[in-house]
């Protein structure tokens, strides 16, 4: 997604004969849009396609029935609530939903013990605490608090944790890219572009390749929110090298270059990542607005094309009272938001914030599940007069 790498042993030309070891290699590409967008090529000793078993797990554990709201209103969801326990994939539980993006959180604190196949969408995950490594057929990709971390749709894998996590997960069911704003005609990150190639931290190719490290031979594959499990064959990391443009990476949140302005800037600034229908935005600390008269304290807007959600990560964040870290809000379309009593006035004079937060926007507004009652605050709407 971000520029074309490779690792490993790989031929002159994809699709022509490619020996190792005296042996052919079999090539197996990871696509986009069919054949019509980016993609990865992938040289495996064995057929990756080849399966002995494959059984049906059910629903997943952690999908919520869509519940929406009895009456509109605005809403704040305590992640802390949020069990903990269980894998990456298992112990995530969806609050809230629309047909673009899905939003999760999760506790875990296991490692995966199979490997996993998202084909519902591209996973982005936010580590809010914890730290450990994503381990798959292109090589491991260490993390840490506050990385941004995407796994490619389709690309099978699995989280190695240190020990417990906390995460967001947003499951891109369109796409994820960086906004076309930030790209030049040939691909390459532009000089306004709030970061640069070198700030996405690529898989690292083991000593010996990945066949160094033999993967599990049991991978699940969610598809429609259901679970299936396959046995393969032989050990899927016997990839002996890729190339492409479709590899998972590691961001850090505080690699993001933030924009001031004379006066207050729209929070389209802050985008982060795209896709059809929804924006990632990254709050991360700032100088603030420098006209004599600012008032850097965001204004009250109203938006009704967009619901607004935001995970706050830490930091005083200049608009809000009783949030902390690992609180989630909801501000759904038609209702005006903005300020809490009193932050509006006090923000006039300073120069710099210690925010750091993710905000998701979308288009199409945000069902909230039967799992989202169970963490929301019940004051919340109200706290404005409160």
């Keep these: 997604m971000i520029h074309r790498t490779f690792r490993g042993l790989i031929p002159d030309k994809p699709h022509t004969v490619h020996e190792v070891d005296g042996k052919l290699t079999m090539e197996h590409c990871l696509t986009r849009e069919g054949f019509e967008d980016i993609y990865t090529c992938m040289w495996h000793r064995q057929a990756p396609h080849w399966v002995t078993s494959g059984t049906s797990l059910g629903r997943h554990p952690g999908w919520g029935e869509p519940v929406g709201q009895d009456a509109l209103r605005r809403a704040h969801f305590l992640s802390a609530k949020v069990p903990e326990g269980g894998t990456h994939l298992k112990a995530r539980i969806q609050l809230l939903e629309n047909p673009d993006i899905g939003v999760w959180l999760a506790r875990p604190t296991e490692t995966e013990p199979t490997l996993v196949t998202n084909a519902d969408g591209d996973e982005l995950t936010f580590v809010h605490a914890g730290s450990g490594r994503v381990e798959c057929p292109l090589g491991v990709l260490p993390f840490g608090p506050q990385d941004y971390v995407y796994v490619p749709q389709g690309l099978p894998h699995r989280w ?53 490290i033999e993967g599990p031979r049991t991978v699940i ?166």
Aim: negative net charge; hydrophobic residues 35%.
């Design 221 to 386: 594959v969610k598809s429609h929110q259901r679970l299936t499990s396959f046995e393969l064959s032989h050990d899927p990391f016997d990839v002996v090298g890729w190339d492409g443009q479709i590899w998972p990476f590691a961001f850090p949140i505080r690699a993001f270059q933030p924009k001031t302005g004379l006066i207050h800037l729209p929070p389209t600034i802050h985008t982060t990542f795209a896709g059809n229908g929804y924006v990632v935005c990254s709050f991360v600390p700032r100088v603030v607005d420098f006209h004599e008269r600012a008032i850097p304290c965001p204004y009250a807007h109203s938006s009704p094309d967009c619901d607004e959600i935001l995970f706050y990560v830490e930091g005083n964040f200049t608009s809000r009272k009783g949030v902390g870290p690992g609180s989630l809000t909801l501000h759904p379309r038609g209702l005006p938001h903005g300020p809490h009593p009193g932050t509006y006035e006090a923000s006039i004079g300073t120069t710099r914030t210690d925010e750091m937060a993710v905000m998701v926007d979308t288009y199409k507004p945000f069902v909230p599940t039967a799992n989202a009652t169970k963490l929301e605050d019940p004051d919340y709407n109200l706290s404005w007069v409160r």
């Design 160 to 212: 190695v944790l240190d020990g417990p996590a906390h995460l967001l997960v947003l499951e891109c069911r369109s796409r994820m890219r960086v906004p076309k704003q930030y790209s030049t005609h040939g691909g390459q990150l532009s000089m306004y572009a709030p970061y640069t190639h070198h700030d996405f931290r690529e898989p690292e190719w083991p000593e010996g390749g990945i066949e160094a």
